[in-house]
C-alpha cells in the first residue's frame, strides 16, 4: 500500500473538489485529509489531499489531470525525507534548533552538510555528525566565492531545500536562480518592517512594542520573497535593543524550524508572491 500527498494548482471552476475525490473513489484510496482553499481575486484553486491504496502514481495523475481545468498544475509526491542544506554564518541558534529537531525525529529532513564561510560552529555541529565544510569568503569577490559554494552544494546531489540559518551574506541574483524556489530564509524582523542590517536596533530607536521574525522564500528582492510564517512577541520599554535581540532570537529559530517543517511536508503553495499554506 502507497501514502502519496496530491497538490493541485488551478484555475477555479465548479466541482473541482467533488471531481478530484471521485477519482479517489475510483481508485479505492483512502482519503487521510483533505484541504482546499479558492483565492476569489484570481480565481484560483489549492486543493492537498494526502491519500493511501494500492495504485500506480503514473496512472492516477493521468486521472486527476482529465477532471482538471487546463493548465493546471499537478504534484504526486510520495512522503520521504527530503534533502537539505543549511548555510550559517556566526549564529547558532537557528542552526542548532534545527539540528536538534532533526536529532529528535521531527523533520522529514536528510540534512546533507552544513556549509559556512566560516569554521566557527563546526563544533556544534560535529556533535550530530553532519559534515560541515567551511567555504571562506576571505580574499575573494562575491561572485567568486559563491560559485564555490554553489559547486560544493550541487556536491551533494539532489538538494531539495537549501535553508539560510542567519547566514549573513546578500546572495547574488546568479546564485537564487541556480536554486530557484528551494532557499528558504529567516529575517530577524517582522516584514516588511525593519528591512536591512540591524533591525533590532531599528526596532528599540523606533520604540515598537512587539518584535518578531519572518520566515520566507528567497527571490532577488531584499527581505521581499513569499512569506511562509512569522512570530511576534511582546517587548516594552525597559527593553534595550540588545534585550530585544535575546528576545528576537528565540522566535527566530521556532519561525524557521516551523517554516522548514511546512516545507518538508508539502504544505506550501506559491502563487504571485504569496502562500497558500496547508
Known amino acids: 500500500m502507497s501514502q502519496y500527498r496530491v497538490l493541485i494548482d488551478a484555475n477555479d471552476e465548479k466541482g473541482l473538489v467533488h471531481k478530484v475525490s471521485g477519482v479517489f473513489y475510483n481508485y479505492d484510496l483512502n482519503i487521510l485529509s483533505n484541504s ?10 489549492f486543493m492537498r489531499s494526502v491519500v493511501d491504496g494500492d495504485v500506480n502514481k503514473e496512472e492516477l495523475s493521468k486521472a486527476i489531470k482529465e477532471v482538471l481545468p487546463p493548465k493546471a498544475s499537478l504534484k504526486i509526491v510520495e512522503p520521504t525525507k527530503k534533502n537539505i542544506i543549511i548555510m550559517a554564518t556566526k549564529e547558532m541558534h537557528a542552526l542548532g534548533d534545527i ?29 550530530f555528525n553532519i559534515p560541515y565544510i567551511t567555504v571562506s569568503h576571505e580574499g575573494l569577490e562575491r561572485p567568486e566565492h559563491e560559485k564555490k ?46 528591512i536591512g542590517a540591524n533591525p533590532y536596533k531599528q526596532a528599540y530607536d523606533r520604540g515598537v ?27 516594552n520599554h525597559a527593553y534595550s535593543w540588545r534585550d530585544m535581540q535575546r528576545a528576537g532570537r528565540d522566535v527566530e529559530k521556532v519561525v524557521l524550524s516551523r517554516a522548514l517543517k511546512l516545507a518538508l511536508e508539502d504544505r506550501i503553495f506559491v502563487y504571485a508572491n504569496r502562500t497558500v499554506i496547508f
Open 209 to 235: 512594542k512587539i518584535i518578531g521574525a519572518t520566515a520566507h522564500f528567497v527571490n532577488n528582492h531584499l527581505d521581499e520573497g513569499p512569506i511562509i510564517a512569522q512570530e511576534v512577541i511582546h517587548v
Open 99 to 127: 539540528l536538534i529537531r532533526h536529532e529528535a525525529g521531527e523533520l522529514e529532513a536528510n540534512i546533507l552538510a552544513v556549509v559556512s564561510n566560516y569554521d566557527k560552529l563546526e563544533s556544534l555541529v560535529s556533535k
Open 149 to 194: 559554494v554553489i559547486e560544493v552544494i550541487e556536491s551533494f546531489g539532489d538538494v531539495d531545500y537549501i535553508v539560510l540559518a542567519k547566514y549573513m551574506r546578500i546572495l547574488t541574483p546568479h546564485f537564487v536562480e541556480t536554486f530557484e524556489d528551494k532557499i528558504i530564509n529567516i529575517h530577524h524582523s517582522f516584514l516588511p518592517a525593519f
Open 36 to 45: 482546499e482553499f479558492v483565492d476569489k481575486e484570481s480565481n484560483k484553486f
